[in-house]
């Protein structure tokens, strides 16, 4: 990849290619990250839409030296958070207007990854909370370092740690509870 800062200052000046040199190597894993915490692709496309948004509003805010890669994942990660939030919200209202017959169901598409394993893993998923989610996706999914996920997280390596045991534990007895061993085992 060239030189991020002279992407940056590039980009601070007004060049729309080398903002999109600049964030071309983070879109799969940042729309990645935001498909993880909302089920759908179409959320995860405008949560990604929304942190590009952020990002080049405050691109000046990024500091040369530091690591790109996290600054945009912790990005996305608070709108991914603020998103789950107000889907929360509309969530509750949805349930008190339940009368007027609006739906909350939807169907998110099976674009990537094995289609069998991705069902298991979401189903799975829907029983962590927030922060254990966004610990298990970038330091299980994305490959992050504990301390690479605790500066994005913007937590201490122990809470880092703390959460990650958590969701690997929840996760593997919810698998075990929808997909007993028999089923899985040997397609795993």
Known sequence: MKDEAALVDKALDGDESAFE??????????????????????EARDICQTAM????????????????KNWLYKIVK??????YRKKKRDERLKEEHK?????????PEKDFLNREIREKIEACL????????????????????????ARVMGSSSQSVRTHLCRARRKLRLEFEKIYPKGRWSNEV
Do not use: C, W
């Open 53 to 68: 948004i952020k990002i080049f509003k405050h691109l000046k805010r990024f500091r040369p030296g530091k690591n790109l």
């Open 99 to 107: 009368k007027m017959g609006v739906s909350a169901g939807y169907s």
């Open 21 to 42: 040199q600049l964030l071309h190597p983070y879109r799969n894993g940042m729309l990645n990250i935001a498909y993880q915490m909302t089920g759908n692709t179409e």
């Open 126 to 149: 829907k029983y962590l909370s927030p922060r254990e989610k966004m610990v298990f996706l970038l330091r299980d999914a994305e490959g992050f370092s504990i301390k690479e996920t």
């Open 78 to 83: 608070n709108v991914a958070n603020d998103f």
